[in-house]
């Protein structure tokens, strides 16, 4: 799919088509996510810091991600793509490998071709957005031809022509060159995919050993012999936040880890899987990172049992000096649980007592706090012990609002009806009132607390989808049977 997140929320909102997107993290620490084609042209790309983007882009939209929609979006797809063949290899929401030959649907270039012409007009037209088709006889080939055709295009790589394809691009492009890798190879002169073919087998493997240096070699004379593998088994579930203020009080670190711990289950449920380890990770404020670990007597989706699992993990972290990140997650999946429910139950008790005696210190402690300052010098009572409770009042706050309303995400108005956040703050929260397949809306700014004003579910994207439900077998002959169109390409 062609820049998914992006291109998803513009379709979702007409006042943002044609202008720059960017979907992240919006805190000080966010990264980007996707950015639209508008925002690529500015100089933002995806894993960028949201700060750079923001001085690159300062008039673009910013935007929470909305999985909700883009799942369902990509469950679309990935129905379409099943259709084709019983080998799909999903990589993430928005994209994925498919064995055509596996399906019977194509056996040769021309049927390839068509077939592929075929699937982006499906997708248009079931989900409203555009994605770009990658034709070849393997899957490193397949990726790079589907890269090639971005934005909404098609590339087909002829056999015979994959050396001549690769040789002028950049060792980067192929599959296992990361950035460290890159740099290896450039310091020994070699920045192009010809030099790795002209290279040789020996002198790669000299440089990235064995298993590395072989492996290149072929891939570098256009040979990838790796399977489409239909079934990827996931090993962990796992939730994380990063907190634009490091976390200093003990009390909201617990309730984040506890926040954490419930998506987590959600995540874990909606897999339809569950777990034998939580695991909890946290990040410190000099950017040290721990985990810490523990295996429960069987596998488990209860949320009690994950939550207090992670709280006395918690329990062995020392997080003075503030956190920035707070990860829980979940391993050694299963498909069932098998609880010992007594035991269980006993460690979940054990805990809560514990947790209830904590509490109690804590509010002992802040009893005594409270008195120091009412008996200390007026200026620390009116200065600066008030300015910083009034400081971390405003950022309860604005969090607050931010994670009620956050940008982007879709709301409902008993009034004015369904529309989208564009920003909160100050006890306000605006809000643009559109839907797919309106004119742009109008902006209104209410309370956050307005009783008026709720949380909404996303709405599709096409109003009148088109029921290919018998596709493939149901679109015209003279489609199948046509060559190349506009946005579509044969290799040299």
């Not at 309106?438 to 307005?450: E, K, L, Q, S």
Request: proline letters at 6%; hydrophobic letters at 40%.
């Amino acid at each position: 799919m062609d820049a998914f997140y992006a291109s998803a929320e513009q379709a979702a909102k007409p006042s943002l088509r044609g202008k720059p997107v960017v979907v992240g993290g919006l805190g000080m620490r966010g990264v980007v996510a996707t950015a639209s084609y508008e925002a690529r042209r500015l100089g933002v790309h995806s894993a960028m810091p949201m700060a750079q983007a923001r001085r690159l882009a300062p008039n673009a939209a910013y935007l929470v991600p909305r999985f909700a929609l883009y799942r369902t979006v990509s469950d679309q797809v990935m129905e379409l793509l099943g259709r084709l063949s019983p080998l799909v290899e999903p990589l993430s929401l928005d994209e994925a490998f498919v064995d055509l030959e596996a399906g019977g649907v194509a056996d040769d270039s021309a049927s390839a071709r068509a077939i592929g012409g075929q699937l982006r007009t499906v997708i248009r037209a079931v989900t409203g957005l555009s994605g770009s088709v990658g034709l070849a006889g393997s899957k490193m080939l397949a990726k790079i031809a589907s890269e090639e055709a971005k934005p909404d295009g098609l590339l087909l790589i002829e056999p015979g022509t994959e050396r001549e394809l690769l040789a002028p691009m950049s060792v980067r492009i192929l599959p296992g060159v990361g950035p460290a890798t890159g740099d290896h190879l450039r310091r020994a002169g070699m920045t192009l995919v010809s030099h790795l073919a002209e290279a040789g087998e020996a002198e790669l493997v000299r440089l990235l050993g064995k298993a590395h240096g072989v492996a290149l070699h072929r891939m570098a004379q256009g040979y990838d012999d790796r399977p489409v593998v239909a079934e990827r088994d996931a090993k962990s579930v796992s939730v994380e936040d990063t907190f634009d203020v490091d976390l200093h009080d003990r009390v909201r670190v617990r309730t984040e880890v506890e926040r954490l711990a419930d998506r987590c289950v959600q995540r874990l449920r909606g897999a339809g899987r569950s777990g034998r380890t939580v695991v909890l990770k946290v990040r410190r404020y000099d950017f040290s990172t721990l985990t810490r670990s523990e295996t429960l007597r069987g596998p488990t989706d209860d949320p009690t049992v994950v939550r207090e699992a992670a709280a006395r993990l918690l329990e062995a972290v020392d997080t003075t000096g503030g956190v920035r990140l707070l990860g829980v997650g979940v391993t050694g999946l299963a498909d069932f649980t098998q609880e010992d429910l007594f035991a269980q139950a006993a460690d979940a008790e054990h805990a809560a007592a514990e947790h209830a005696a904590a509490e109690h210190a804590a509010a002992e402690h802040a009893a005594g706090e409270s008195a120091d300052a009412a008996v200390g010098p007026a200026d620390a009572r009116d200065g600066t012990v008030a300015e910083r409770a009034g400081a971390d009042a405003r950022e309860s706050e604005e969090q607050l609002a931010a994670r009620r309303w956050p940008a982007g995400h879709d709301v409902r108005h008993d009034v004015h009806g369904h529309g989208w956040v564009q920003g909160s703050g100050v006890g306000r929260v605006t809000v643009r009132f559109e839907e797919p397949w309106t004119p742009p809306g109008r902006v209104r700014t209410f309370r956050i607390d307005d009783p008026q004003l709720q949380p909404a579910e996303p709405l599709r994207l096409v109003r009148d989808p088109v029921d290919y439900s018998s596709w493939p077998a149901s679109l015209p002959k003279s489609l199948s049977a046509a060559g190349p169109g506009e946005g579509e390409a044969s290799s040299p």
